[in-house]
C-alpha cells in the first residue's frame, strides 16, 4: 500500500473523508492516559486541522487500540457515522487483523492453532494463559504460520480469532515462543527503543460507509530484525 503522507512522526496508509488509517510506531499511545503523554488520536488530529485548514476542533473517533511496545495499523473514524458503524465491526469481530511477530524459539510446528484460558492482571497489566479452564477466565484462540525463520529469530504470521487483553504476547509465551523484547512475557532482555517485534501488518473489512472492501497493510519498522524479512 501506497504511503500517503510521512511526516511530522506520523505515517498516514489511507484516508478519505470517514476514516484514517495510520501506521503506529513504538512508543505511541492510541488514547490519552494517566501518562500525560502527547496520543496518537491528537497527532491525527493535527494532522488533519493542517491539511485541511479546519477551523475550530477536529472530530476524531477511536475505534481500537494496540499495545503502546508494539506497531502497526490503527484506525480512526472521521465522522460519527463511521464511527459508530465501525465499533460495531471491531465489536461483532466482522474485522479480519493479521500480525507479524519475531519470536525467539521456533514453535514445533510450521502452523498451528493455539487455544488457551486467559486470566488478566488488572495489577501488574499482564495476561497469564492457562491450559485449561480456570475460574475468571476467557477462552482465546489463534492461528499462526511459520513464514520466515532467520539466524536467531522465526518469523510468525497470526491471526486472532478472539481478543483478548495482551492475547498474542501471553499464549506465544505460554508456547515457550516469547516476543523478541517482550521482557513482561519471558524474553531475555529488552530492545534499545523499548518496543517488542509484534506488528499489527494487515487489516481487512467493509468500509463502513462506501460498503466497498478495504485492506490496508503497515509497512514493517526500519530495524535489522524486519529488514531481515
Not at 86 to 99: I, M, P
Not at 193 to 220: C, D, Q
Request: hydrophobic content about 35%; glycine content about 6%.
Amino acid at each position: 500500500m501506497k504511503i500517503i503522507s510521512d511526516k511530522n512522526n506520523l505515517q498516514v496508509l489511507y484516508e478519505d473523508n470517514h476514516i484514517i488509517a495510520v501506521n503506529k510506531r513504538v512508543g505511541d499511545i492510541v488514547q490519552g492516559d494517566k501518562t500525560g503523554d502527547k496520543p496518537l488520536s491528537d497527532v491525527v488530529k493535527e494532522y488533519i486541522k493542517d491539511k485541511y485548514n479546519k477551523p475550530g476542533d477536529v472530530f476524531l473517533g477511536v475505534v481500537h487500540r494496540l499495545d503502546r511496545p508494539t506497531t502497526g495499523i490503527i484506525v480512526f473514524a472521521r465522522t460519527s457515522k463511521a464511527l459508530t458503524r465501525l465499533n460495531d465491526l471491531f465489536k461483532n469481530r466482522e474485522t479480519q487483523k493479521t500480525y507479524w511477530a519475531a519470536v525467539k524459539k521456533k514453535p514445533d510446528t510450521e502452523k498451528g492453532t493455539l487455544i488457551h484460558y486467559l486470566v488478566r492482571n488488572e495489577k501488574n497489566n499482564t495476561s497469564k494463559a492457562h491450559t485449561k479452564e480456570v475460574p475468571n477466565s476467557k477462552t482465546a484462540s489463534l492461528d499462526f504460520t511459520i513464514i520466515r525463520v532467520l539466524k536467531t529469530f522465526s518469523i510468525l504470521e497470526i491471526n486472532l480469532h478472539t481478543g483478548r487483553h495482551h492475547q498474542i504476547r501471553a499464549q506465544l509465551s505460554a508456547i515457550g515462543s516469547p516476543i523478541k523484547g517482550d521482557l513482561k512475557y519471558g524474553f531475555d532482555r529488552s530492545n534499545p527503543n523499548g518496543g517488542i517485534h509484534l506488528h499489527a501488518r494487515k487489516l481487512f473489512f467493509i468500509h463502513p460507509v462506501s460498503k466497498e472492501e478495504l485492506t490496508i497493510t503497515a509497512p514493517l519498522p526500519d530495524d535489522a530484525v524486519w529488514n531481515a524479512v
